[in-house]
């Protein structure tokens, strides 16, 4: 199986930050991911899917790239509505499997 | 709206069986492939099932041992997680999600675009 490495595992924000956060695969996948943002007590929302290309409907300070194996979410000027939980995962083969998610938090 | 809702989540000793089902609206639930996944509890997201539009095609975690089964029935809109010899170890959220994309795909190609709705999930518990 891939295994996906996400780091941090919680990171602590303010309003109007840039958080970065970032998914290692094990293996190569070329653009093969996706990115979901959790909110308590909520189901996961798709962000973005192969690696940058927007969801309909999220807003444009969520931006994705990808550098190798490295993948990275961006959220340009944090809003209250972002603290939530971030989830990578891998779409290229199976099984399709998550990154362990980052906490933002509020500062 | 588009929306799943899921049900059927119970608490079931070891070795029981249990049926889950989802519920699609708003879409036309026929031209998706559809996904089960567990969030097991305090940790994170674990892929379950696929299964391809027509229902002909599934795919399963290795690590079921081939214990669950998903279905679906097209002309109620509705998807099916049949979960047999239940272990404490499958405990969890039970979400089911809608491929981004609808249409027809093969293999590893109908995960290429991720999950784009998901329900908010029904809960399972194996204990004793």
């Known amino acids: 199986d891939i295994q996906m490495t996400q780091s941090p595992s919680s990171v602590s924000a303010s309003v109007g930050d840039r958080v970065t956060i970032t998914c290692r695969a094990s293996?190569?996948?070329?653009?093969?991911l996706a990115w979901y943002q959790q909110r308590p007590g909520k189901a996961p929302k798709l962000l973005i899917y192969a690696a940058s290309s927007l969801q309909g409907g999220v807003p444009s300070r969520f931006s994705g790239s990808r550098s190798g194996t490295e993948f990275t979410l961006s959220i340009s000027s944090l809003q209250p509505e972002d603290f939530a939980t971030y989830f990578c995962?891998?779409?290229?083969?199976?099984?399709?499997?998550f990154g362990g998610g980052t906490k933002v938090e509020i500062k | 709206e588009v929306q799943l809702v899921e049900f059927g989540g119970v608490v079931v000793q070891p070795g029981g069986s249990l049926r889950l089902s989802c519920a699609a609206s708003g879409f036309n639930f026929e031209d998706y492939t559809m996904y089960w996944v567990r969030q097991l509890p305090g940790k994170g997201l674990e892929w379950v099932s696929l299964i391809r539009w027509d229902g002909d095609t599934t795919y399963y975690a290795d690590s079921l041992e081939g214990r669950f089964t998903t279905s679906r029935d097209n002309s109620k809109k509705f998807l099916y997680l049949q979960m047999n010899s239940l272990r404490i170890e499958d405990t969890a959220l039970y979400h089911c999600a809608k491929a981004t994309r609808a249409g027809d795909c093969s293999g590893s190609r109908c995960l290429f675009y991720g999950m784009d709705v998901w329900g908010q999930g029904t809960t399972v518990t194996v204990s004793s």
């Open positions: 293996q190569g996948i070329g653009t093969s």
């Open positions: 995962q891998q779409t290229n083969s199976f099984p399709p499997t």
